[in-house]
Structure formats: structure tokens, C-alpha cells
């Protein structure tokens, strides 16, 4: 087997383990990773206003306010109004959240964080060159990605978000 074929397997591998983990997460949750990554956040940060929450989530606001009004249909999350400042909206948890939360399997960057944290700093150094290099050389240098493991678009319109 040639390397560059060798490479596109490891990155098929890693294609495949988000879907099957992201499935396996709506299949024991009802919960997308982005979701449960939103409710995790509101979970650490206490009751945040959604900036905070797109800047813990390395999302755009508009992303994680389209996540929430989904989560807000699912009766998994409310909003809530400041009540010195009216303009300052709160993102809550609800019982159903918090249930799901304790629910949710470890998340596949949990598991990678871990491990990478192991390594030595010239092989974390070196796999993120290498990964940065391969995404140039797919042109894929210049798409916007946050650092969330997950399948299809974030902002998709459907009943998965």
C-alpha cells in the first residue's frame, strides 16, 4: 500500500469514529455533540448569556443562538431576562438537560485530549504540523472549522440541532 493511501485510510478512520460516536450519542441522548457541547458549557459556565457560551464552544454566536432556540423548542434549555439589565438575556438547564447530561458517553476530544496531553511536545508539535499540512494539501486550509468533532453543518436547519 502506497503512504498517501495509507493517510487517507487514518483520515477515513477518523471520519468514520465521529459519525459512529455521533451517533451513538443521539442514539443514547437524542443530543447532536454540538448540542451536548452547548449544554456542558452552560453546565461550567453557570447560567451564561450566549456569547459566552459561543466563546467557550469556539462557535460563532449566531451558530449556538440558532443550537439554543432548537434546545429551547426541546424544552432542554431557557432563556431568561436579567433583571437589573433587560437586554442581558441567561441561558438556564432544565431538569430533561441535566438528566441528558448525565446520560451523554464521553465525547471523542475528551478522549483525544487526554491522550495528547501524554505526549511530548515535539510529537504534538509534529502532528499538528503534519495535520495542518494535509489540510493544505486537500485545500482545505481556508475552511472555517471550529475544533468540535462532528459530521455535517453545524447550523443545519434540521430537528438534529
Known amino acids: 500500500m502506497r503512504d498517501h493511501e495509507e493517510i487517507l485510510i487514518a483520515l477515513r478512520r477518523i471520519t468514520r469514529a465521529i459519525d459512529i460516536q455521533s ?21 461550567k459556565l453557570s447560567n451564561p448569556t450566549p456569547s459566552a457560551v459561543a466563546k467557550e464552544v469556539l462557535l460563532a454566536q449566531a451558530t449556538v443562538t440558532t443550537i439554543v432556540d432548537r434546545m429551547v423548542s426541546h424544552g432542554l434549555v431557557t432563556r431568561e431576562r436579567g433583571t437589573t439589565d433587560r437586554r442581558t438575556v441567561t ?39 503534519s495535520l495542518q499540512h494535509i489540510a493544505e494539501l486537500m485545500d482545505a486550509s481556508e475552511i472555517d472549522a471550529s475544533p468540535i468533532l462532528v459530521t455535517g453543518d453545524l447550523g443545519k436547519t434540521n430537528n438534529a440541532n
Open 23 to 43: 451517533r451513538r450519542l443521539l442514539k443514547s441522548t437524542g443530543l447532536t455533540t454540538s448540542q451536548l457541547l452547548i449544554l456542558q458549557a452552560i453546565e
Open 91 to 129: 441561558i438556564l438547564l432544565t431538569e430533561d438537560a441535566r438528566e441528558k447530561l448525565a446520560q451523554a458517553p464521553e465525547l471523542l476530544q475528551a478522549g483525544f485530549r487526554r491522550e495528547y496531553s501524554k505526549l511530548p511536545d515535539w510529537q504534538r508539535h509534529m502532528l499538528v504540523a
